[in-house]
């Protein structure tokens, strides 16, 4: 990110396409610097607790609000899914691709007296707004399988007040 910027990036295109789940802590940290400060999302569990999630971390831009594209496919799931809710609410940022995988959730280890562990997804995931999400997520500009949704990003982008 810190090489793109010093090159004047005048937007930013986040591909989750192939983001398909594991931790969701190392790309937050990376996207951190364009999420904008304080809480991005946060985890809601069946009782209505809600935990917070902040994105610091990675190189600073100097230009944190420029506009952001995020792309999503079917196969962008669980901590995919949270990146792309974490950039839901964020000013100048929209959406291609197709739906995502449909498991925004966040899971929980459990150790029991064997020694085993079980792991549960007690959680759903939530947008910075509170917006809970419980399903696939749609793009803003749905591209059909087999045509190019960095395109389609890039021409948004490029048609923007900031990269004119």
């Not at 609000?65 to 990146?83: F, I, N, R």
């Not at 029991?112 to 793009?139: F, H, N, Q």
Request: with cysteine; hydrophobic share 40%; glycine share 14%.
């Amino acid at each position: 990110m810190a090489e793109a910027d010093r090159d004047r990036a005048c937007g930013w295109v986040v591909d989750l396409r192939k983001e398909d789940g594991g931790g969701m802590g190392a790309p937050l940290a990376v996207v951190g610097p364009i999420l904008g400060g304080g809480n991005v999302g946060m985890f809601i569990d069946p009782d209505g607790e809600k935990s917070m999630w902040t994105a610091e971390g990675g190189a600073p831009v100097a230009h944190p609000d420029a506009p952001v594209a995020v792309l999503t496919s079917g196969a962008t799931a669980s901590a995919g899914e949270a990146v792309a809710v974490a950039f839901r609410g964020r000013p100048d940022t929209r959406f291609f691709g197709q739906r995502t995988g449909g498991v925004p959730t966040g899971n929980y280890p459990h150790d029991l007296s064997d020694g085993a562990m079980l792991i549960l997804t007690e959680v759903k995931e939530a947008d910075r707004t509170g917006r809970v999400y419980d399903g696939p997520i749609p793009p803003d500009e749905e591209v059909p399988a087999g045509r190019d949704a960095l395109e389609a990003a890039k021409s948004r982008l490029l048609a923007q007040r900031a990269c004119r």
